[in-house]
Antibody
Framework: QVLLVQSGPEVTKPGASVKVSCKASGYLFTTYYVHWVRQAPGQGLEWMARIIPDSGDTYFAQKFQGRITVTADTSTNTAYMQLSRPTFDDTATYYC?????????????WGQGAQVTVSS | SSVLTQPPSVSVAPGNTATITCEGDDIGSETVQWYRQRPGQAPVLVIYYDEDRPSGIPERLSGSRSGNTATLTITRVEAGDEADYYCQVWDSDHDPSFVFGGGTKFTVL
């Protein structure tokens, strides 16, 4: 069974940083992109970034350039997303999801989401 | 630039047919995906490449694309279909490249 299991809820202060993990199982980790998508309370889905786990190649939405770090550890099949200098507007559920390296257009498996709250 | 427009809400009685649309200037040249998100849950892919269904998605859900509009059709609507539905395209000329519609809240009356 293909699974993406994310870390638990986080509370962070404005200006600090927060890191979310995403552990993959049931498939060959290196043959899929891992993406990060977020959803603010009551809002829609927003794509943030993606990584190729094997090479570490990353690509970010311009909005998050300079604030987001995405990494992957192929020894543990785990991807990470770190958001720096968060503001209250970064309060959201952060999802990891995957798309194949060949058919990258769609996301076929999603993590359960990680709630991140930015609060002073 | 790819902006995808969905109706904020659609309501249909059980047993009837529902259609949810997704309009965008680039839909004519981009493949469209649809995701279902039930309350408190992660999104689930229900349609990819305009009309293909992943395994486990019933045939009652179907997708189509014509001109600048993609459509998700749900026949024989059931209570379990109630959810938010999002369309999505990949557009290399847009930032971000993966674009979601604003979502449609689908209610079963």
């Amino acid at each position: 069974q293909v699974l993406l299991v994310q870390s638990g809820p986080e509370v962070t202060k404005p200006g600090a940083s927060v890191k979310v993990s995403c552990k993959a199982s049931g498939y060959l980790f290196t043959t899929y992109y891992v993406h990060w998508v977020r959803q603010a309370p009551g809002q829609g889905l927003e794509w943030m970034a993606r990584i190729i786990p094997d090479s570490g190649d990353t690509y970010f939405a311009q909005k998050f350039q300079g604030r987001i770090t995405v990494t992957a550890d192929t020894s543990t099949n785990t991807a990470y997303m770190q958001l720096s200098r968060p503001t209250f507007d970064d309060t959201a559920t952060y999802y990891c999801t995957r798309s194949s390296l060949r058919d990258w257009y769609f996301f076929d498996v999603w993590g359960q989401g990680a709630q991140v709250t930015v609060s002073s | 630039s790819s902006v995808l427009t969905q109706p904020p809400s659609v309501s249909v009685a059980p047993g009837n047919t529902a259609t949810i649309t997704c309009e965008g200037d680039d839909i004519g040249s981009e493949t469209v995906q649809w995701y279902r998100q039930r309350p408190g849950q992660a999104p689930v892919l229900v349609i990819y490449y305009d009309e293909d269904r992943p395994s486990g998605i019933p045939e009652r859900l179907s997708g189509s694309r014509s001109g600048n509009t993609a459509t998700l059709t749900i026949t024989r609507v059931e209570a379990g279909d109630e959810a938010d539905y999002y369309c999505q395209v990949w557009d290399s000329d847009h930032d971000p490249s993966f674009v979601f519609g604003g979502g449609t809240k689908f209610t079963v009356l």
